[in-house]
Nanobody, 123 residues
Framework: VQLQASGGGLVQAGGSLRLSCVVS????????MGWFRQAPGKEREFVAS????????YYEPSVKGRFTISRDNGMNTVYLQMDSLKVEDTAVYYC?????????????????WGQGTQVTVSS
């Protein structure tokens, strides 16, 4: 299974970015998908998770209401729409795939990881 994240970049505070993660190698709809992020000098942290059919979603509280996770099973892609970005959202963002059912917020529950895409929010 390969995960390829893209869409990162430099944006001003208050702006928006849309991250994408394409999954190849296996049947995409078999995976619960998640987004995590890692800021410089900090541990990787959970951002959002979406169930196989998209009917169950869970967000880290600091991004709820600003970020939206979604998926297109026909395109083998999970998205993270990020609005009202803040300087503290600056991090490398990673997508991850989980083989078991149920959304999850901890790294150990994910089996496959993408390479990360840098998001930088300037003030």
């Amino acid at each position: 299974v390969q995960l390829q994240a893209s869409g990162g970049g430099l944006v001003q505070a208050g702006g928006s970015l849309r991250l994408s993660c394409v999954v190849s190698g296996r049947t995409f709809r078999n995976y619960v998908m998640g987004w995590f992020r890692q800021a410089p000098g900090k541990e990787r942290e959970f951002v959002a998770s979406i169930s196989r059919e998209g009917d169950s979603i869970y967000y880290e509280p600091s991004v709820k209401g600003r970020f939206t996770i979604s998926r297109d099973n026909g395109m083998n892609t999970v998205y993270l729409q990020m609005d009202s970005l803040k300087v503290e959202d600056t991090a490398v963002y990673y997508c991850a795939a989980r083989t078991r059912t149920g959304v999850a917020a901890t790294m150990k529950n994910y089996n496959f990881w993408g390479q990360g895409t840098q998001v930088t929010v300037s003030s």
